[in-house]
């Protein structure tokens, strides 16, 4: 149904559009958008302009400015698909309906209650689904005036975090101008008219049929003393937990298990002979992933006590803050980690063990890469260059309410990934030119350690599926000819699967959703305690076999408890973020199900 969206026009403030190298922070703004000017509070800055283009003409303008035809801007991270797009519009229709109501404030207290207002309910925090498409408006004048009106002397701190969390696009593209803005919330405002005539159908996904080339195994022999965790072993890195440990399951013993303390509230190990011990209880509330180093001591997620991000020193028992967003990475080597915010910024891993009471990445041992777009993730290739990889992304932030289902593979036919190479000169992470590569309908892809496989997920009939693909790599000139042929699908549902240092296995998380009764050993659906389990939502944690495809689950979680984002560290150890809503806390935990199932 059509709704009407509100419209108030006023005179335009003489201010420049915000608009940093990566599109999504204010810190390099032009010099008279930053000047601390008195508010004129009775003549507020337009949100948006009326725009008298007939419907098809419009449609095509705002598909060609979101990306459509191959243009790149939105595109790049989310596909354009028309259920995504629609999906926006809800977005921003419950936006407007809620925070946008007042498109004239006057008072600060009236841009304080927009401010308030667009902050998530689920951690206080600035999120561009708050908004919907008004998110490309972020760095506009609008918002700018508010968050003037709104803190007054103290406006540029909290509005360049907004800007750097809610402005669109981003990944060194550049900002849509008032007039660009205004033609997509014109085609926003009409409910998308003639979306059927710009944006080409969404795929039908065709059956999953699990397949495992001969490349899997070839690949997972080689590793086995070419992989990193190999690598790192013969290199003498010592694994966190591990000093004294006759046995590799020995290590982290002095961590209470799952089973043997109140804190579990019930979730616990679901193989036999499994043990998942609880490193850490965290008092705040985690954004998106959690990875780890290479060798598990330092773990790093969004969100913090202090900042908007946080890295947790294991070993010394500690939180460092950190002056970034979210999506941490760490190479495969121990040497550096990155976090996204203002840009992609990558340290050396000696910050780190420096012990440094906070990060505001303009320490020497940070670089700044832009061109890195979000939802990045990191290999590195032995005795060669780093990698990364980036391409089209569904946002993952469950747990933190009720999450019933794994999140969408909406990922358009021109979904491609973009490879960065780079090295570190000594002083800084250096990249090579970039390689783009089509991977049409697949997207979240992420890296192996070994920066020789990658891994998407894609649309299959009942569900999404795993796409597991070889990275052939051939030098060329200062960057590379890269070829990504398809070695192996697996039709299993989750969330974010990543790769053990052998290369052997793979992890994700799953949500539990209206099938799972019976894996879950419920007598059917109906079943009291499985309609419970539901209704408050849950996600387990998963392993699975590269050369076999069998699928073990890790976890019993129990209602409102949720064991997201596994990874490895790289002796064979899995690292799992829990957040249970049943306590209001979050615990970091480490399992050790892959050296159980590896075990002869």
Known sequence: MTHTRCLVVFSVLMWGACGGDDGNSGDDAPADASVDAPIDAAIPPVFRNPVALPDLELAQQAAALLGEGGGKMCDACHGLTRTRLLDWDVMTEAGEGTCLTDLAPTTPAAAMTIVTCLRSSLDSRWHPDTIGIYATAAGLPWFEYVFRLAYGDAWQDPFDEWTDRVWMPRGGRPPFTQPQFDIVAEWFARDLPNIIDVIPSDPVPPPCTTMITSAIPTHVTAMETGGWRAINRTNGILNFGCQGAATIRDCLSTYPSSTANTWSQGWTAAQPGQTIRILREINYSSSFWTRSSADGRFVSHGGGSVMNSTVIDLQQDREIPADALYDPGFFPDNSGFIIQGGGAQFCKQ???????????????????????????????????????????????????????????????????????????????????????????????????????????????????????????????????????????????????????????????????????????????????????????????????????????????????????????????????????????????????????????
């Open 350 to 600: 000696s910050l780190l063990t420096g012990s440094p009471t906070s990060i505001s990445f303009n320490e020497p041992e940070c670089t700044t890469l832009g061109q890195v777009g979000l939802y990045q993730h990191l290999g590195a290739v032995a005795g060669g260059d780093y990698f990364t990889v980036h391409g089209q992304f569904t946002s993952d932030n469950g747990g933190h309410n009720v999450t019933g289902n794994d999140p969408g593979t909406s990922f358009s036919g021109g979904a491609q990934n973009t490879f960065t190479p780079m090295i570190h000169n000594g002083t800084d992470y250096v990249a090579k030119p970039q390689v783009p590569v089509a991977t049409p309908y697949e997207g979240d892809m992420e890296m192996s350690p070994s920066a020789k496989l990658v891994i998407s997920r894609t649309g299959t009939q009942g569900g999404n599926g795993f796409v597991v693909r070889a990275v052939n790599a051939v030098p060329n000139g200062g960057s590379y000819n890269i070829t990504v042929p398809v070695v192996a699908r697996y039709c299993v549902r989750g969330g974010k699967p990543g790769f053990s240092y052998d290369e052997r296995w793979l992890t994700y998380h799953h949500y539990v959703g209206p099938n799972d009764w019976q894996e879950l050993g419920y007598a059917s659906a109906s079943d009291a305690a499985f309609v419970a389990l539901r209704a408050q939502g849950a996600a387990n944690s998963y392993v699975l076999d590269l050369v076999s495809g069998e699928t073990r689950r890790v976890t019993n979680m129990g209602p409102g408890q949720y064991a997201l984002y596994p990874h490895f560290r790289s002796d064979g150890w899995l690292y799992i973020q829990v957040r249970d809503r049943v306590r209001g806390r979050e615990y970091v935990v480490a399992s050790d199900a892959a050296l159980v199932f590896e075990a002869p």
